[in-house]
């Protein structure tokens, strides 16, 4: 079959390479309809996440059609079936699952071992996303092995388009969950940085939930356009101050909320930390950039929410913990507990609540895949989301 | 499209030379490495810091380590940046050196020399940063399409707003503790917007002006650590002893020129009290050990971390899966 591989940083090829097979009886084998490209993915594209190896395959949003399932997994699913799989991959049994925390499931990791090393202790495993979460091969492909599939799995309805339901498996259940772990008050200013996808549907899930004022920044304009469609108010950090705007907007208190849609790679803006923040990172004194954290810590009114569902893979430097402390503010993150959210997100949709597909820029073959990665990273062409059909 | 085209031309050459500069700093580094590298002995002696010549063979490795990089790679930026990040480390270990050194004339004017290239890189940093930035901004342009219809909400966003807090329960472990939710009269908030935001908004006028005030007055676009040092000072608690001057003169200016055109010897300065002085409390010991802090604790316990995640995930990278 055909799918997109990583080789290296900034390499990724379409190549050819077997088709997967079951290898425990609660697997199961899908084909895959309809894929997307990850902001996630750009961070190892872009070489920052360890863990990865020549020939991994990519991808961790995807849907399709069930071809074969393992006999652990028949009860829930059969051939024919029309599922999107979440990208935390989950057991449904151990302790962590039951609680619905499901990105930390304790079994679905197979390099527990070196994860507990890393981490201290494991996490899910995670499709297309290091060896760290198992190495298991992505869904940027024809065809997918899902492990626990009888768990790892939301059904999609007849009716429902793939463009529709596809971001169930991920970005969608991400933006919300990043919103509800602030727990809007209907009074609350709600600040999201970062208007990419993820960015896209946290704006969408704050409105849902009922916060009084959405502030999206970035400083793609067409990007910030899409976010003030969706109901934000918009910050181009290119043009004015982040920090200064968002006091203005309170009343000089701060946004009782802020939400960090960035993750690990935030641009350097003009500012002394950035620069610091990219001299340290190209020195490996520091894997991860933290401007965006920093911001978000300086601004955040004093007993406010600060959650990060922006990943973030290994160190940052300077942390203001004293704002922290000292401001009393409550710090929130994780990988998306995606089962956790994916019933009440799918109702939404059938609802008409949302329409998930208004993200959407960019659809094309598994074989442009490796462009697409390009563009998506240089948002060129207008690029906020790519699609993929295999 | 016309204006565009000189405009673009007139960045090609900006990068250009930019990109010019990058080769001789490449060249630099590799110069200076290898002295550091094959000399650390002698140089460590001018310097009066003999027992710090392994450290001096580091930062050679780490010298010809970038010079490649930069000469080497498509494109050099990160690797010119990375030099800024070394000139500050470089800056950091000598200012230690200073007092009590019997080679400090030495040591003073290897510490100019550093400044001098450090300014340069800092140029030449931010211009090919600069020039990449709007080459992507301009192949942005080229084609911006509208996405201000795109509410991803078929019946309207206004309709949407609140619609989920009819139905959704929210997660006990996700639930604000009620201390922390907003009050109003002394009482927790209702779920009414429109009461609670306009009583919200009398009960607290009063506080507003002192609010803004005090937030305008430390600049949002120092770096955290420095609007910490500066909101000390302005306190009362000085910086290390002999730096106290310069360090709050480095802070204060950086505060007023936040733009690109920020004062490099300044950025400098303040780039190496952030990777060398951890301690504030000023006394002449807290210097020395914040000083020789990114040689010995700082640092290398974050580099070897670093190392540890990238080790631990390359041995990953090459165990086989289950
Ligand atoms: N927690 C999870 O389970 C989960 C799931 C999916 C994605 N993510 C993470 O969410 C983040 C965003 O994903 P995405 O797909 O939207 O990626 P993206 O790269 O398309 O979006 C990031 C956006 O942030 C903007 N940005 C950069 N620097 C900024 C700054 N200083 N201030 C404000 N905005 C800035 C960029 O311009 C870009 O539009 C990534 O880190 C991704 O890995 C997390
Ligand atoms: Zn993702
Ligand atoms: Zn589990």
């Given at each position: 079959m055909r799918a997109l591989c990583w080789h290296g940083k900034n390499d990724i090829r379409c190549d050819t390479v077997p088709d997967p097979k079951i290898e425990d009886p609660r697997d199961a084998i899908i084909k895959v309809t309809t894929c997307a490209i990850c902001g996630s993915d750009l961070h190892l594209f872009d070489g920052f996440m360890p863990g990865m190896q020549s020939g991994d395959i990519m991808g961790h949003e995807f849907m399709g059609e069930v071809m074969e399932v393992g006999s652990g997994a028949k009860d829930s699913l059969k051939?024919?079936?029309?599922?999107?799989?979440?990208?935390?991959?989950?057991?449904?049994?151990?302790?962590?699952?039951?609680?619905?925390?499901?990105?930390?499931?304790?079994?679905?990791?197979?390099?527990?071992?070196?994860?507990?090393?890393?981490?201290?202790?494991?996490?899910?495993?995670?499709?297309?996303?290091?060896?760290?979460?198992?190495?298991?091969?992505?869904?940027?492909?024809?065809?997918?092995?899902?492990?626990?599939?009888?768990k790892?799995?939301?059904?999609?309805?007849?009716?429902?388009?793939?463009?529709?339901?596809?971001?169930?498996g991920d970005i969608f259940p991400t933006g919300w969950q990043g919103v509800v772990q602030c727990d809007i008050q209907p009074t609350d200013t709600v600040a999201i940085w970062g208007c990419g996808p993820v960015g896209q549907f946290a704006i969408r899930s704050a409105v849902l939930l009922g916060a009084k004022q959405i502030?999206?920044?970035?400083?793609?304009?067409?990007r910030l356009a899409m976010a003030q469609a969706g109901g934000a108010i918009t910050i181009n950090f290119d043009e004015e101050s982040t920090v200064e705007r968002l006091n203005e907007l309170t009343?000089?208190?701060?946004?009782?909320?802020?939400?960090?849609?960035?993750?690990?790679?935030?641009?350097?803006?003009?500012?002394?930390?950035?620069?610091?923040?990219?001299?340290?990172?190209?020195?490996?004194?520091?894997?991860?950039?933290?401007?965006?954290?920093?911001?978000?810590?300086?601004?955040?009114?004093?007993?406010?929410?600060?959650?990060?569902?922006?990943?973030?893979?290994?160190?940052?430097?300077?942390?203001?913990?004293?704002?922290?402390?000292?401001?009393?503010?409550?710090?929130?993150?994780?990988?998306?507990?995606?089962?956790?959210?994916?019933?009440?997100?799918?109702?939404?949709?059938?609802?008409?609540?949302?329409?998930?597909?208004?993200?959407?820029?960019?659809?094309?073959?598994?074989?442009?895949g490796p462009e697409m990665y390009k563009t998506f990273r240089e948002k060129q062409d207008g690029c906020i989301k790519v699609v993929l059909k295999p | 499209m016309h204006q565009h085209h000189s405009g673009s031309s007139q960045q090609m050459m900006s990068r250009d030379s930019a990109r010019g500069l990058a080769q001789g700093l490449g060249w630099f580094s590799i110069g200076l490495g290898l002295m550091e590298l094959l000399a650390p002995r002698q140089l460590?002696?001018?310097?009066?810091?003999?027992?710090?010549?392994?450290?001096?063979?580091?930062?050679?490795?780490?010298?010809?380590?970038?010079?490649?990089?930069?000469?080497?790679?498509?494109?050099?930026?990160?690797?010119?940046?990375?030099?800024?990040?070394?000139?500050?480390?470089?800056?950091?270990?000598?200012?230690?050196?200073?007092?009590?050194?019997?080679?400090?004339?030495?040591?003073?004017?290897?510490?100019?020399?550093?400044?001098?290239?450090?300014?340069?890189?800092?140029?030449?940093?931010?211009?090919?940063?600069?020039?990449?930035?709007?080459?992507?901004?301009?192949?942005?342009?080229?084609?911006?399409?509208?996405?201000?219809?795109?509410?991803?909400?078929?019946?309207?966003?206004?309709?949407?707003?609140?619609?989920?807090?009819?139905?959704?329960?929210?997660?006990?472990?996700?639930?604000?503790?009620?201390?922390?939710?907003?009050?109003?009269?002394?009482?927790?908030?209702?779920?009414?917007?429109?009461?609670?935001?306009?009583?919200?908004?009398?009960?607290?006028?009063d506080h507003d002006a002192a609010n803004t005030s005090s937030s305008s007055n430390l600049k949002p676009q120092l770096s955290s650590a420095q609007v910490v040092r500066t909101a000390a000072d302005q306190v009362g608690v000085k910086g290390g002893s002999g730096t106290a001057a310069n360090h709050d003169a480095a802070t204060t200016s950086s505060s007023s020129s936040?733009?690109?055109?920020?004062?490099?010897?300044?950025?400098?300065?303040?780039?190496?009290?952030?990777?060398?002085?951890?301690?504030?409390?000023?006394t002449a010991t807290t210097n020395h050990d914040a000083a020789t802090t990114p040689s010995s604790s700082n640092l290398k316990p974050q580099l070897s971390s670093a190392q540890v995640v990238r080790t631990a995930a390359d041995q990953v990278g090459t165990a086989k899966d289950r």
């Open positions: 051939v024919g079936d029309r599922i999107v799989v979440p990208f935390t991959i989950t057991c449904g049994e151990c302790e962590q699952c039951r609680r619905g925390n499901f990105s930390v499931c304790e079994r679905s990791n197979r390099n527990k071992d070196i994860a507990d090393k890393l981490f201290g202790h494991t996490t899910a495993g995670l499709f297309g996303y290091t060896h760290l979460t198992g190495g298991y091969p992505g869904g940027q492909a024809e065809y997918v092995r899902v492990p626990f599939a009888d790892t799995h939301v059904k999609v309805p007849n009716g429902m388009t793939d463009e529709q339901a596809l971001f169930l502030i999206a920044i970035d400083n793609v304009p067409e009343q000089g208190k701060g946004p009782e909320k802020c939400i960090d849609c960035v993750g690990m790679e935030a641009h350097a803006t003009a500012t002394l930390d950035s620069m610091y923040d990219r001299a340290k990172q190209a020195l490996m004194l520091e894997s991860d950039r933290a401007h965006v954290l920093r911001e978000m810590m300086y601004v955040c009114r004093p007993a406010g929410t600060i959650s990060i569902p922006g990943v973030y893979g290994g160190l940052i430097d300077k942390v203001p913990m004293g704002m922290v402390m000292n401001k009393g503010l409550t710090i929130r993150t994780g990988q998306t507990h995606v089962k956790r959210w994916t019933d009440d997100l799918l109702r939404r949709i059938e609802d008409g609540q949302i329409d998930p597909s208004f993200v959407i820029t960019h659809t094309v073959g598994l074989e442009q | 460590s002696r001018t310097l009066g810091m003999e027992e710090q010549s392994g450290l001096i063979q580091a930062y050679g490795v780490r010298e010809i380590a970038t010079g490649i990089g930069i000469l080497a790679s498509r494109d050099p930026t990160p690797w010119v940046w990375a030099r800024v990040g070394g000139d500050a480390l470089d800056l950091a270990t000598l200012a230690p050196a200073v007092p009590d050194n019997p080679q400090k004339g030495n040591v003073l004017v290897a510490m100019m020399a550093v400044a001098g290239v450090t300014a340069l890189d800092l140029i030449c940093a931010q211009q090919l940063s600069t020039a990449r930035q709007q080459e992507q901004r301009e192949q942005r342009l080229r084609y911006l399409p509208d996405y201000s219809n795109r509410s991803g909400m078929p019946r309207g966003v206004e309709q949407m707003r609140g619609v989920a807090r009819q139905d959704f329960e929210m997660p006990r472990d996700m639930q604000t503790p009620e201390a922390l939710r907003p009050w109003t009269d002394g009482r927790p908030a209702q779920a009414d917007a429109g009461a609670m935001a306009s009583s919200l908004g009398t009960a607290t006028t936040l733009k690109p055109q920020l004062s490099s010897a300044q950025v400098v300065r303040t780039a190496a009290d952030q990777v060398g002085a951890k301690g504030d409390s000023g």
